[in-house]
């Protein structure tokens, strides 16, 4: 049974029933059995689907917005965002997958050759709580345009988000069978990435979970994808239009209640300008309001869990016992929920807990450099590698961003994923690439095709 606590009240929400190893079997099979014909399907039908999925979410705006308030927190108006930002995700690959996957022709010795891309089969998706709906569009739109076929393990504290995806493709008239609903027990999830009609893996969330993924995977020779945890830098350098920097690292830091892996984590700032940075960032972190997620006033809502929160608290505890001076928040509140309060760390150094795990939450941490060469090397000196963002004149930035240790780089801008783009991390942020071009790439098989010798 998949029990749902409301983060909101503390209260139970609902429960779900979870699928037993045959049921379970029983809906791989299916996907598996699908795939015959919609691997056959062209692109101008599976994108018709999926553009009849998108225009349902963004009709459904707010009822689908509204399981993930419930579930896991997220403020309505950030969940509406996250709505029609999964809509735009499947009207992308719909509009794009086609030339992406295009035939290459290659010169080699033969008449023609080339390289094409086919489907796998049914691709398992392992999906975290804190994006319920993009993070199941980013997974599904590039994999369902590929031809392959898709098998949903959502979270199990979010299963009425699950349900609703897989319901939205139903509602869309997608063929039976291509785009599943697993909700499994965490335990039998091995035994899904093990089956023999599964033919890749896609998971996102901690570095420790995909590392266990990732051997299972291997073990039955399968490709998987891992987006995992950040400790993301942001380095702000003596050059930086400060007002801005503080105004899109705050924002990046408490996008939803800071459960982010690629919100900002570790602000690193150049002394001379560190002063005043924490000044402008401290001044728009206490004018955050928190509370119910449902009010569209609401900034910042509650951490998905009870056991989330407690970590968090640990981290914050064992960071100020470090040395840390706390300048906002860092205590728990009393009362209903799993509210944890915007906090900002100063006086951080890269050795302190809140800079050596990732912390999943409302709390921003300061870290002072010398110049930019000491900031570069504080930002790389993580076993993450996920996003990062540059604050400096351009040119500089764009210098530096060959130097960080990281899949992504913003300069002088908001560090957040995009349906064109690709995403991903290294190190022990992940393997492979989501979303853009390069992410519609890892389900396929790159198949190359020498057709007779050339005609002397």
């Known amino acids: 049974m998949l029990r749902v606590i409301n983060p909101t009240s503390g209260q139970l929400l609902h429960e779900y029933p979870a699928l037993d190893r045959d049921s379970m079997n029983v809906r791989i099979d299916g996907a598996n059995r699908a795939f015959a014909d919609w691997r056959q399907r062209s692109f101008t039908e599976r ?3 999926l553009h009849r999925v998108a225009a349902l979410l963004r009709a459904e705006e707010v009822e689908l917005a509204r399981h993930m308030t419930d579930e896991m927190g997220k403020p309505m108006k950030e969940a509406r965002g996250e709505v029609l930002k999964a809509a735009w995700c499947a009207e992308h690959y719909a509009g794009h997958a086609e030339t992406y996957l295009k035939p290459v022709s290659l010169a080699s010795d033969a008449s023609h050759s080339y390289v094409q891309h086919l489907p796998l089969g049914p691709v398992l998706g392992i999906l975290p709580w804190n994006a319920p709906f993009w993070l199941a569009f980013r997974f599904c739109a590039p994999a369902l345009m590929a031809g392959n076929t898709c098998l949903l393990k ?38 899904a990435i093990r089956h023999p009609a599964v033919r890749a893996v896609s998971f996102t ?86 509370g119910d997620p449902a009010d569209p006033e609401t900034d910042i809502g509650p951490i998905a869990r009870e056991n989330l929160r407690d970590e968090l608290a640990r981290q914050v505890d064992d960071t100020i016992a470090a040395g840390a001076r706390c300048l906002l928040g860092g205590q728990v509140p009393e009362g209903p929920g799993f509210f944890y309060p915007v906090t900002l760390l100063v006086d951080v150094t890269n050795d302190m807990t809140a800079c050596r795990e990732e912390t999943f ?14 900031a570069l090397a504080l930002a790389n000196d993580s076993e993450y590698g996920l996003a990062s963002s540059i604050w400096t004149e351009q040119s500089r930035g764009e210098a530096m961003a060959r130097e960080i240790e990281a899949g992504q780089v913003v300069v002088n801008g908001l560090v957040k994923t995009d349906p064109r783009l690709p995403s991903g991390g290294i190190k022990r942020s992940g393997l492979g690439r989501e979303l853009g071009p390069h992410g519609i790439l890892e389900f396929v098989n790159i198949q190359q095709v020498w057709v007779g010798p050339k005609q002397e």
């Open 47 to 49: 994108a018709d689907i």
């Open 361 to 374: 939450g409302p709390v921003a941490v300061v870290l002072k450099a010398d110049n930019a060469e000491h």
């Open 205 to 290: 969330g901690s570095s420790a979970g995909g590392s266990k993924v990732a051997a299972m995977a291997a073990s039955e020779i399968k490709p998987a994808v891992l987006e995992l945890g950040g400790s993301d830098p942001a380095i702000v350098l003596a050059d930086a239009d400060l007002e801005q920097a503080a105004d899109l690292i705050g924002f990046s830091r408490i996008i939803n209640a800071g459960q982010s892996c690629i919100a900002a984590k570790r602000i690193i700032v150049e002394a001379s300008v560190h002063d005043r940075f924490v000044e402008l960032l401290k001044a728009r972190l206490e004018k955050l309001n928190q």
């Open 154 to 191: 959502h979270d199990p504290h979010v299963p009425a988000c699950a349900e609703a995806i897989t319901d939205l493709f139903v509602r869309a008239g997608a063929p039976k069978g291509i785009m599943q609903n697993l909700p499994l027990e965490t335990p039998d999830v091995e035994a």
